[in-house]
């Protein structure tokens, strides 16, 4: 199984300072498509997933274009420009290369200082 | 718009058995791989199961294979988890998700005597 590896696990930030997050899987998430299939998550306090970032650097729709994705094979990273108060929660990386099993990383909590 | 209800949980003991409901509604069911993700009481995400669209393959995290069975009813549009021989590890949210774009509110499971 392909092991996902976040740091950090915990991010104090100050609103309107950038924050980044890193994510690393134990293998190349290039698939034999040519596509890497790295997504990132965002998960509010008492709320549901909601997909942020598909294939390493593609916004989901509605997304604010503070959220960026980037990365190849095993490093990838989530940024967010500009932090707002709205981005409070946890966020996750997910590999869907090599299933099953789709594996999550252990998620890192965006808290504001 | 794209909506997911799931359904059936509770509190079961130990050995028991419960059946998981996904109503979706907004999208084309029948056209979509649809799969089971878990979250524990304070913990991050964890894949549970997936099936293919038109139901003919199946996947399952180790943990639960042999004892969880995933199946849809693309008439109905609906997806559902058979859960039997429940350990109190299973005790969880467990929300369904349309290949990770869009997840339901979740429903709670909790395994104890």
């Known amino acids: 199984d392909v092991v996902m590896t976040q740091s950090p696990l915990s991010l104090p930030v100050t609103l309107g300072q950038p924050a980044s997050i890193s994510c690393r899987s134990s293998q190349s998430l290039v698939s034999s498509d040519g596509d890497t299939y790295l997504n990132w998550f965002q998960q509010r306090p008492g709320q549901s997933p909601r997909l942020l970032i598909y294939?390493?650097?593609s916004r989901d729709s509605g997304v604010p274009d503070r959220f960026s994705g980037s990365g190849s094979g095993t490093d990838f990273t989530l940024k967010i420009s500009r932090v707002e108060a709205e981005d409070v929660g946890v966020y996750y990386c997910?590999?869907?290369?090599?299933?099953?099993?789709?594996?999550f990383g252990q998620g890192t909590k965006v808290e504001i200082k | 718009e794209v909506r997911l209800v799931e359904s059936g949980g509770g509190l079961v003991q130990p050995g028991g058995s419960l059946r998981l409901s996904c109503a979706a509604s907004?999208?084309?069911?029948?056209?979509?791989?649809m799969h089971w993700v878990r979250q524990g009481p304070g913990k991050g995400l964890v894949w549970v199961s997936h099936i293919k669209n038109d139901g003919s393959v199946t996947t399952y995290a180790d943990s639960v294979k042999g004892r969880f069975t995933i199946s849809r009813d693309n008439a109905k549009s609906t997806l559902y988890l058979q859960m039997n021989s429940l350990r109190a590890e299973d005790t969880a949210m467990y929300y369904c998700t349309m290949s990770f774009d869009s997840w339901g509110q979740g429903t709670l499971v909790t395994v104890s005597s």
């Open positions: 907004g999208f084309t069911f029948s056209d979509s791989w």
């Open positions: 997910m590999q869907g290369t090599h299933w099953p099993p789709w594996t």
């Open positions: 294939k390493v650097s």
